[in-house]
């Protein structure tokens, strides 16, 4: 198995807000949480639809800002299905565990990869970035 930091992309964590992936221009880059809500977090064409779909009923659709970065909120789910024109991506994160004080959590899949991390407060956050 590869050493830590080989497979895994460089990810700026923002405490309670979007992680930024650096590199990354993926319909999917990212999902934030603190275990209640997911922050999913992509680029797509400039002022393009994203619409999130989940199998527990949620639909919501955003607009992607000027230079194509898009975000919404949503509640935790199983599953999600993000879709953009003709873009589709279906995501099942696994989040890492929670870490101790001091350390940073790491969690590698097939779907990809999660990092978790103590937040000042001892409120954890996780971080979580498809494969390929």
Known sequence: ???VGETAPAILGAPGGRSFVFGARRLVEAIDTDGAIWLVSGTVEPEAEVTLNAAGGLS????ADAAG???A???AEPSLVVRSGARSATVS???A???DVG???YLESPQGVSFAWR???GAVQRTWTPAG
Do not use: C, G, H
């Open 97 to 99: 565990e929670s870490p």
């Open 1 to 3: 198995m590869p050493a």
């Open 93 to 95: 994160p696994r989040f």
């Open 60 to 63: 919501l659709t955003v607009r």
């Open 119 to 121: 937040l000042p407060d």
């Open 103 to 105: 350390t940073i959590a």
């Open 73 to 75: 909120q949503v509640p």
């Open 69 to 71: 970065a898009w975000q």
